[in-house]
């Protein structure tokens, strides 16, 4: 499920490691935390130097000090799904603590080389839009999950999350083999490399954001955002850049980076961008020159 690579640049002392422990009784919750954090699969609180995600019947204890083990407590019955989203919130956590920090979103190069970000909530049109650009020849490194790593001065994005997650009217749209190799909520899993074989890249720094917002137009356009305004979106998919307090400062220092470095773009997203094979690459493409 993720793109998974060794990094020269983490020191063996600074690595964390993190562990599963079955319990008949799971860490107790605290009775008045600090604050909490709403997730779109569970319930994160903060209280005494420590983050408890609650997802079912799992928890994910997190430091907020320094600590080289991240403890995640299954009960006996915890089901798979409960368990691949802790593991999944578990190795976010430890990458941030490598200096490496998630964002949900989208990601491709254009054929002179230009990288896009496409920025938004499950259902905003990621995979739509990655898997048109894809055909038309655009390089991409993932539909929804990324990194944001920096390598000297510079801000590269690599990928997280490996297969794309398409709907059936995004299949049939695009007509692909609607054969699943793995589910995903109400969306198919596919292993991009099977649909675009040559299109796979790495890394790349990206020059765009775009944030993506279904509309029922016949035709799609593009608004150019302000800085100010991309930061609030970048902060609005980034809630762990406030929250995990233990690496919030280099997060926060990331994405007012990212939104430093790029210029941004709300993509008001029309019919055409699933009705017409090339319609999402000819209007981005605009974008090579600015």
């Not at 089901?79 to 999944?88: H, K």
Request: charged share 15%; glycine share 4%; hydrophobic share 45%.
């Amino acid at each position: 499920m993720h793109w998974l690579a060794s990094v020269a640049t983490v020191e063996p002392q600074s690595a964390t490691t993190v562990a599963f422990h079955t319990r008949q009784v799971l860490p107790a919750l605290p009775l008045k935390p600090a604050s909490h954090l709403k997730l779109a699969q569970g319930t994160a609180y903060l209280a005494d130097q420590k983050i408890y995600l609650v997802i079912d019947d799992a928890t994910l204890v997190l430091e907020t000090v320094p600590a080289a083990t991240l403890h995640v407590s299954l009960s006996t019955d915890t089901d798979a799904e409960a368990i691949g989203l802790l593991f999944t919130q578990a190795l976010q956590a430890a990458l941030r603590r490598a200096d490496m920090f998630e964002l949900h979103a989208a990601a491709v190069a254009s054929p002179a080389g230009t990288g896009l970000l496409f920025i938004g909530d499950s259902g905003s049109g990621k995979s739509t839009l990655t898997v048109r650009l894809a055909g038309q020849g655009w390089r991409y490194l993932t539909d929804d999950s990324l990194l944001l790593r920096q390598h000297e001065t510079q801000l590269f994005v690599t990928p997280l999350r490996r297969v794309f997650a398409l709907s059936p009217q995004t299949l049939n749209a695009c007509g692909l083999d609607s054969r699943p190799s793995q589910p995903a909520e109400d969306k198919l899993a596919l292993e991009p490399a099977a649909l675009f074989p040559a299109g796979h890249i790495a890394q790349f720094e990206p020059r765009h954001l775009v944030f993506p917002r279904l509309t029922q137009q016949p035709h799609s356009s593009l608004t150019p955002l302000t800085q100010a305004n991309a930061m609030m979106r970048l902060l609005y998919h980034s809630p762990w850049a406030c929250f995990d307090t233990l690496t919030s400062r280099a997060h926060l220092a990331r994405l007012t980076q990212l939104a430093q470095t790029t210029r941004a773009w709300e993509l008001n997203a029309g019919r055409d961008l699933l009705e017409t094979p090339d319609a999402a690459a000819s209007l981005l493409a605009t974008l090579d020159a600015q």
